[in-house]
């Protein structure tokens, strides 16, 4: 069997490879992909195969792809480019004849109606309509998208646009843990995963930073477009801001919320929840800071 990994030189997409080689696979029957050769070093020294490959040069993916039993398409980062991309590792797949190909897309994706979800929804529609069996693996928001800002939580509090939304935030490692247990699975194919762990509200995301640090840390709920004027502020490009504040949205709307246990399951164990990641980021900034 070997099993292909693209994007494998991302955060996600490293820890995929790792917990492959954790959960028993031989590391000659994985082949980690990326676009930067360099990058590619820190996972050939675990073993692994590597390949280089760009989403946007099919000819690149074509022969990475030779011979894959099963593959990993992990999204792309460049948002408006991806579901070209993503077809053209699609298109891959479909030639090297899989019998699986897996995605990492985003909760609830035929409805949920984030800007961040049209290209994951396309996405999944690509799959279906190659007729490859496959496997969606939903992911919730991961917890690593808050934990770098504790120390500004701890300076200004916690600002955001979601209300009472909730979010089943995991950490990177455990949705990563996820996806290395539904490619090494028989029954994978034709399942739709949604992934999340213990969702919080982002005033329960507050109170977590504070019991963690004893300090005071609120929850400032903010119209969506005071928020884009904020993080804009704060020096983040505009349209990211945006997207952010669109994704705050979404997550008042319900969309990143998952009760269905799926993360549990796949991983054969709870999964770490927030409070315990937002603990251990407190515990590891200096003591000055926390
Ligand atoms: N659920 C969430 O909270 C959340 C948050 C952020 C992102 N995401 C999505 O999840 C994906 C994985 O997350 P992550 O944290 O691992 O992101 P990441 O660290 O930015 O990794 C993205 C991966 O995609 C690769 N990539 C981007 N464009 C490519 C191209 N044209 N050809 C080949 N490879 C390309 C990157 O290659 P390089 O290493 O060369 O850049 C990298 O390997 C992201 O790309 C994004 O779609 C989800």
């Not at 590391?27 to 360099?38: I, K, L, M």
């Not at 699986?100 to 290209?119: F, H, Q, R, V, W």
Request: aromatic share 4%.
């Amino acid at each position: 069997m070997t099993i292909v990994v693209t994007g494998a030189t991302g955060q996600l997409g490293h820890l995929v490879i790792e917990a492959l080689l954790r959960r028993g696979a031989a590391p000659q029957d994985v082949v980690a992909t990326g676009r930067d050769e360099a990058k590619l070093a820190p996972l050939a020294a675990l073993g692994v195969r590597t390949a280089v490959a760009d989403y946007a040069d099919p000819a690149s993916l074509r022969t990475a792809l030779e011979g894959a039993t099963k593959v990993l398409l992990i999204s792309g980062s460049e948002v408006g480019q991806r579901v070209a991309q993503h077809g053209n590792v699609i298109d891959a797949a479909k030639d090297a004849g899989v019998e699986l190909i897996a995605y990492t897309s985003i909760p609830k994706a035929d409805t949920n109606a984030m800007l961040l979800a049209g290209e994951h929804r396309a996405t999944e529609e690509l799959i279906t309509a190659s007729g490859l069996p496959h496997t969606f693996l939903r992911n919730s928001w991961y917890l690593e998208n808050y934990l770098p800002q504790i120390p500004t939580y701890l300076e200004h509090g916690v600002v955001g646009a979601a209300g009472e939304g909730r979010i089943s935030g995991a950490t990177r490692a455990d949705f990563a843990d996820a996806a290395a247990a539904a490619l090494l699975a028989d029954d994978s194919a034709g399942r739709v995963h949604e992934l999340g762990g213990e969702s919080f509200t982002l005033g329960e995301l507050a109170a977590a930073v504070s019991e963690a640090s004893g300090r005071d840390v609120t929850y400032t709920e903010v119209p969506g477009d005071q928020l884009v004027e904020i993080l804009a502020g704060a020096g983040l490009p505009r349209p990211f801001a945006e997207v952010l504040a669109d994704a705050d949205a979404g997550i008042a709307r319900g969309e990143l919320e998952v009760t269905t246990g799926d993360l549990e399951r796949l991983i054969g164990r709870r999964p770490t929840s927030y409070r315990e990641a937002v603990a251990e980021a407190v515990s590891a900034l200096a003591p000055s800071a926390s």
